[in-house]
């Protein structure tokens, strides 16, 4: 009889615990998927964010990078620099913060004709970009004011702070 | 004509059911296994649904929401047991609009950036959409 009683309890604890285990594991790909919609929530915000000074113009941040791309302006191929205006970094970091992401870090990344490109982050983006864990990708058409058109490549990756990232693509 | 099962054979019977019982209660009883995991799915559903009711109108936006269309749009996507708020920060003040509040307690919120223009101007601000049970 103990033979049966132990076989009945070995396929309970099967069944509960692969219950168990689907369960979180669809919570977690929703949760995954979830980030990587904000991602491209966050790139696409981060594409029409506009302020108006002496630099920005009142342009959004793909007009006004589509505008450099066309006259020269930015001349780095491969950029370390995370800063683009104090502002912009200011109101992502808000944004985080105020959408339940407090921690998290993001890279914002275009690349335009040549390879020339210019990031925006809050950490300096020594991590692999194929492994963050949520990245959202776009190319954007821009037509130059002497009618040249270009293409810019946008980027935008989203990973939280306690998450340990491969700091190469190997 | 009655049918008995006596020795080992009997017993393997006996503790067969004994063991279906047992996982019987397990299962169904008040907050067993069903209905945590139908809670979990409940869950999982309003998360699923509060996401996509966020997304699709982030998207069918493209990020950006009219202040003075804010009431109508808003109501236009909270349909059944959605609501929806939209709160945005003027020079770091915050305002919100809103549609009706849930009738039932939330059971999932989904939260987007989004901007929110007025004249001209762009304000930074979160959408919030809400699912009920």
Known sequence: MIDILLLGLFISIVLVGGSVFI???????????????????????????????????????????????????????????????????????????????????????????????????????????????????????????????????????????????????? | MSLRLKGEAGEELFATFFVVALVFIFVFSANGVYGNFMAGQAQLYAERSASSVAETLFFNNSGMLSLSACQSVSAAYALNNVALKITYWKNDVEYACETRPLETRSLSVASMPIFVTENGALYPGRLDAMVGV
């Open chain 1, 23 to 170: 369960g979180q594991e669809e919570l977690r790909a929703q949760k995954s998927r979830e980030e990587a919609v904000y991602a491209q929530a966050q790139l696409i915000n981060g594409m029409n964010y506009r302020i108006n000074d002496a630099v920005w113009n009142n342009r959004t941040l793909s007009e006004m990078l589509g505008a450099k791309f066309c006259d020269g302006s930015i001349k780095t191929v491969s950029s370390t620099s995370c800063s683009l205006s104090d502002a912009f970094y200011n109101e992502t970091q808000k944004m985080l913060n105020r959408t339940g992401r407090t921690g998290y870090n993001y890279i914002f990344y275009a690349e335009g004709p040549g390879g020339l490109n210019f990031t925006a982050c809050n950490l300096q983006p020594t991590v692999c970009a194929k492994h963050l864990p949520a990245i959202a990708t776009t190319t954007v058409p821009y037509v130059c004011p002497d009618g040249k058109y270009i293409e810019i490549y946008y980027m935008n990756g989203l990973w939280p702070e306690w998450q340990t990232l491969p700091l190469t693509c190997d």
